[in-house]
């Protein structure tokens, strides 16, 4: 049997996973009887712990939300994952939260037994992290307003700068936070404007207090990752083309980065893509790098472009005559390789 002190330890251990546990079961788990659960439940209550209890068949017991974090238990790969996750943390886009996942970390590395602690040592000592991605930092007390009022189902006010900086007061239902690289967005219902709106969440200024709430609405796409970003990509598109693509479409949609285009299978060798891009010119040099044959003879402006980059690039590679104007010839063994 084991000593109290550790079985406190592990009936704590229990009772920290989301679940109800019967006084039979804890029992068995421990090697005790249900006499001796309850006493080591009424010995956790006295240290401050708030352990739950429901009677009847389906009773058990929890461990209840408490004024302060009890001690948590962690199995091996659990307080790797752990120290992993903070470690990734330190590159977030949450404003703040890297001094936090480094104290937190160094908490944790602290009580390790050496041997995760030489797992977690070299975990830092042997990973590079690349630097990341530039993007606007976010406020935890936005955030933290923000999904409140979506678990709440709370109507709320903010004001809204756009990306040409022009300011707007905003009233939405809000539903969902997305994370998508390190910017957060908000995907809500705009009452003013009666539809689904997606905003950038760095740009929201909330106005407190929340609004009345609000009976929920069916959201508008079941894959909310995928819906912010077609609707990031539609942001920027200026120019839309519809290309023939010699290869079969399931090749094609492998290939395209999400939101960049719409496949229609046409044949077991060849799909059409609707594409959305910023310029005509862009969606040419873009093209072209993708490695696959196309015909985009029905779109005009699209072919002019890919005219020109052919006659530049022929002109690069020596195989046609002439150069831009004032354009100087590289001298001999000036070309690496």
Known sequence: MLETSARLLRLL?????????SGTELARRLGVTTRTVRNDVERLRRLGYPVDAARGPLGGYRLGA????????????????????LRTATGGSVAGIEES?????????????PRLRRRVGALGAYTVAAPPDRGPA???????????????????????????????RRDVEPYRLVNRGRRWYLIAW??????????RVDRIEPKVPTGPRFA????????????????????VVRYRARVLM?????????????????VEALGEGSCAVTFGASSAASLA???GALGVDFDASQAPELAAELRLLAERYARASGSAQGRPAGGESLPPGGAGG
Do not use: M, N
């Not at 705009?190 to 905003?199: K, S, V």
């Not at 909310?224 to 990031?232: K, M, P």
């Open 13 to 21: 251990s229990l009772l920290q996973t989301p679940r109800e546990w």
């Open 66 to 85: 408490g004024s302060s974090l009890p001690p948590l238990l962690l199995d091996d790969e659990e307080a790797v994952a752990v120290a992993v996750g």
């Open 101 to 113: 996942s480094l104290r937190a970390l160094a908490k944790l590395e602290q009580v390790l037994p």
């Open 138 to 168: 976010v406020s935890p007390e936005v955030l933290t307003t923000l999904v409140t009022a979506c678990r709440d189902r709370e109507r709320l006010r903010f004001d809204y700068r756009a990306h040409d900086r022009t300011a707007s």
């Open 190 to 199: 705009d009452t003013a404007r009666e539809d689904w709106r997606t905003f």
């Open 216 to 235: 929920p609405r069916p959201l508008p796409d079941e894959d909310l990752a995928a819906y912010v970003t077609r609707g990031v990509g539609s942001a």
């Open 246 to 262: 010699y290869a079969p479409a399931q090749e094609i949609a492998e290939r395209l980065p999400a939101g960049v285009g719409q």
């Open 285 to 287: 040099v873009w093209l």
